[in-house]
């Protein structure tokens, strides 16, 4: 069965440091990985996906996200962490061309100034 | 339209109501998906559609639940009977087509729903 994992319910990270939120999943055919954030009081964005190729996707807003294969996950990054990154960061996968998207249940992301 | 748009934004009736969320989709989007959120959850599925047609209604949880799209583009959630455990936001979502897996979802910004 599908399934995606988000193990930290929050992550606390200073402005200015590096910031991962941690995503694994688990499919039986080709994985399309998704990010997506939530601000309060507001519909799911977009921000990034894998697809096929290059395992480093560069998304919105200064995000990245590695694609790990052998290790079945789609890290969330950025550099340097801004206030205003703080939200909620959802990972979501679909199986090959299925059109269902499997979500994890969500990151609560809190840059502190 | 520009985006996903959704309302009411916000809703408070009372148990036993009858209830209808609209979902206007971005013009052109052929697929359409009603999601259900509860706090600190990820997105639950409801129902997907495909133009006026509904492709897959497994996640709606009981017979209160119903959705239409005569159109192939508005769509209503209907809730009959409303309970206290229908209290969520509501997402509707939309994308060019259903058939791709690369296809990203635009998200309006959600009908909370309270039920007393």
């Known amino acids: 069965a599908q399934s995606v994992a988000q193990p930290e319910d929050q992550v606390n990270v200073a402005e200015g440091n590096p910031l991962t939120v941690k995503c694994t999943y688990s499919?039986?055919?080709?994985?399309?990985l998704f990010w997506y954030v939530q601000y309060p009081n507001r519909g799911l964005q977009f921000l990034l996906k894998?697809?096929?190729?290059d395992n480093l996707v560069k998304g919105s807003y200064g995000f990245e996200a590695e694609f790990n294969k052998s290790q079945t996950s789609f890290h969330l990054k950025k550099p340097s962490a801004l206030v205003s990154d703080s939200a909620l960061y959802f990972c979501?996968?679909?199986?090959?061309?299925?059109?269902?998207?499997?979500w994890g249940a969500g990151t609560k992301l809190i840059i502190k100034p | 339209g520009a985006g996903v748009s959704q309302t009411p934004s916000n809703k408070v009736t009372e148990k036993g109501k009858y209830v209808e969320l609209r979902c206007d989709p971005i013009?052109?989007?052929?697929?359409l998906y009603w999601y259900r959120q509860s706090l600190g959850q990820g997105p639950e599925f409801l129902i997907y559609?495909?133009?006026?047609?509904?492709?897959?209604d497994s996640g709606l949880p009981n017979d209160r639940f119903f959705a239409v799209r005569p159109e192939g583009s508005v769509s209503t959630l209907k809730i009959q009977r409303t309970e206290r455990g229908d209290s969520a936001v509501y997402l509707c979502?939309?994308?060019?087509?259903?058939?791709?897996?690369?296809?990203?979802?635009?998200f309006g910004a959600g009908s909370r729903l309270t039920v007393l």
């Open positions: 979501a996968v679909r199986e090959n061309s299925n059109y269902q998207l499997i």
């Open positions: 894998y697809i096929t190729g």
């Open positions: 559609f495909q133009g006026t047609g509904a492709a897959d």
């Open positions: 499919v039986s055919g080709n994985p399309y």
């Open positions: 013009s052109g989007h052929t697929a």
């Open positions: 979502a939309s994308s060019l087509t259903g058939f791709s897996g690369a296809n990203v979802l635009t």
